[in-house]
């Protein structure tokens, strides 16, 4: 067998975006799935963005670590993806991949443990020892939290995702038990990096993407 070609990529859009509300992106990833379960041909995506000050719960999340947020000043969502309560801002970088794991495997624990290695990629280039917490998804950095990850799979397409920690103002968090973790406190990039921003990670982020899920990443705009 000639094995000199390596099998092909699958193909990846990437989408580098601003500052977009939770709403908008919530509707544009609500129909990439749609489009992507009704014609699994399609191509996988991920898209990376930041966020106005946001909170959300999974759709199993109590709304006991929600300790002190007024609901008439703070934007709070439900939606679909597992969980319990997080929080968005900017210097947040957020990263929505929706692909299709019949392509790669049919697994959500593969698929969270995939997401983890990308992050911990990510920090390894900057020198920093990202870590797993056995019984919890995420990754930490010398016991601060840096990254949350959320997901919902329908007919293994995927949607929602990870959430890394770069330069935010992290007094949002002091509002909520972050994941339903009270003892492991939230941490970020600038810590350890004074001066890092999400600007500046985004192509590190993708190509540890890139690299993890072995996909070709292609540049595309938001319609």
């Not at 995702?161 to 103002?169: E, S, T």
Request: charged share 20%; net charge neutral.
């Amino acid at each position: 067998m000639n094995r000199s070609n390596p099998q092909p990529y699958n193909r990846c859009l990437v989408y580098n975006q601003a500052l977009m509300g939770y709403s908008d992106a919530l509707v544009w990833q609500r129909s990439l799935l749609n489009e992507r379960t009704s014609n699994p041909n399609l191509d996988d995506v991920l898209i990376l963005l930041e966020h106005p000050p946001v909170y959300t719960l999974g759709q199993g999340a109590t709304t006991e670590f929600l300790k002190d947020i007024d609901k008439s000043t703070h934007d709070v969502h439900r939606v679909e993806r597992g969980g319990e309560v997080t929080y968005h801002c900017p210097g947040q970088l957020v990263g929505y991949p929706i692909l299709n794991l019949q392509r790669y495997c049919k697994d959500l624990h593969w698929y969270l443990r995939q997401l983890e290695s990308v992050l911990i990629r990510v920090l390894a280039v900057y020198g920093l020892q990202g870590d797993r917490v056995p019984g919890f998804t995420g990754v930490w950095l010398e016991g601060r939290k840096v990254a949350a990850i959320g997901i919902k799979v329908s007919r293994w397409i995927t949607m929602h995702g990870f959430a890394l920690n770069v330069c935010p103002d992290l007094t949002g968090f002091e509002r909520i038990v972050p994941c339903g973790i009270a003892d492991k406190p939230v941490g970020s990039l600038a810590q350890y990096i004074p001066g890092i921003t999400c600007q500046e990670i985004r192509s590190c982020v993708a190509k540890c993407f890139a690299e993890v899920f072995n996909v070709e990443l292609i540049e595309a705009e938001h319609p």
